[in-house]
């Protein structure tokens, strides 16, 4: 990472420390160019090597990538299968290792194949005790999911009498969340020109800075993620309160 040089503008202060992305726009960027879908997947690959390397040496402490939705299963056989295809290739320790990043995943993943299943279990294991950024996959997640698995759970420990009703509030289905070990994101990017979540995580973007750009993911590069630091850096986060409490607070530290 210390070829990568960050912008000077950047407040190395006021860094995001969670950011999620939904790269959106492989297929569409293919087909401007007369090529396969499967080919906008493979130079995606290549944005998401450049941003986390950039994320990590910027001092993002979570990176998490939009990379396979519940929905996703929905898309024809010969797309799906390419795409898990291209997940085991990169489900290795080479970015890992040289980037000392640990590796996470949120999602249904008992769907996925055996192999990738597998796979996952060895790169969390192998690259536990990297100190850098934690680069995390959701995979075959839906926030919608993650919220229903999240209540069933909760019902089944109260059924069973580890969990009163009463003691159900925020706290304790954070703690039933997928993404339990890491806090909610500070900035939610999305690529590709629409502007909506599709199903990722609702319940942790309640406060969540958004920012949307019409740049397909297979060109979002160093250049785009720094303007996206850029203007959230520019952004007020109040949580509920005045500008005027903000700055108060922000002026007492």
Request: aromatic share 12%.
């Given at each position: 990472?210390?070829?990568?040089?960050?912008?000077?503008?950047?407040?190395?202060?006021?860094?995001?420390?969670?950011?999620?992305?939904?790269?959106?726009?492989?297929?569409?960027?293919?087909k401007a160019r007369?090529?396969?879908?499967?080919?906008?997947?493979?130079?995606?690959?290549?944005?998401?090597?450049?941003?986390?390397e950039v994320a990590a040496h910027m001092g993002v402490d979570y990176l998490t990538l939009y990379t396979f939705s519940t929905e996703n299963w929905n898309r024809p056989v010969e797309e799906v299968n390419a795409l898990m295809g291209l997940l085991m290739?990169?489900?290795?320790?080479?970015?890992?290792?040289?980037?000392?990043?640990?590796f996470d995943v949120i999602g249904d993943i008992k769907r996925l194949p055996i192999e990738i299943q597998d796979q996952i279990t060895y790169l969390r294991k192998a690259t536990s005790q990297y100190k850098n950024m934690t680069l995390v996959l959701a995979?075959?997640?839906?926030?919608?999911?993650?919220?229903?698995?999240?209540?069933?759970?909760?019902a089944q420990e109260i059924a069973s009498g580890d969990l009163l009703p009463e003691e159900v509030n925020e706290s304790c289905i954070n703690a039933h969340m997928n993404t339990s070990f890491m806090p909610d994101p500070d900035l939610l990017i999305r690529t590709g020109g629409d502007i909506r979540l599709s199903n990722y995580l609702?319940?942790?973007?309640?406060?969540?800075?958004?920012?949307?750009?019409?740049?397909?993911?297979?060109?979002?590069r160093q250049?785009?993620?720094?303007?996206?630091?850029?203007?959230?850096?520019?952004?007020?986060?109040?949580?509920?309160?005045?500008?005027?409490?903000?700055?108060?607070?922000n002026s007492a530290h």
């Open positions: 990472m210390n070829q990568i040089k960050i912008n000077p503008t950047i407040d190395s202060s006021r860094v995001p420390k969670h950011v999620a992305i939904v790269m959106d726009g492989n297929g569409r960027w293919a007369g090529l396969e879908r499967a080919a906008g997947h493979q130079e995606g690959i290549a944005s998401v090597h450049e941003i986390a290739e990169e489900l290795n320790e080479k970015l890992f290792k040289k980037n000392q990043l640990r995979l075959s997640y839906s926030s919608r999911w993650e919220i229903t698995y999240a209540m069933q759970q909760i609702l319940w942790q973007s309640a406060y969540t800075e958004f920012y949307f750009c019409n740049i397909f993911w297979p060109d979002f250049k785009q993620f720094e303007d996206a630091i850029l203007d959230y850096q520019n952004r007020e986060r109040r949580f509920g309160k005045t500008s005027e409490q903000v700055q108060n607070e």
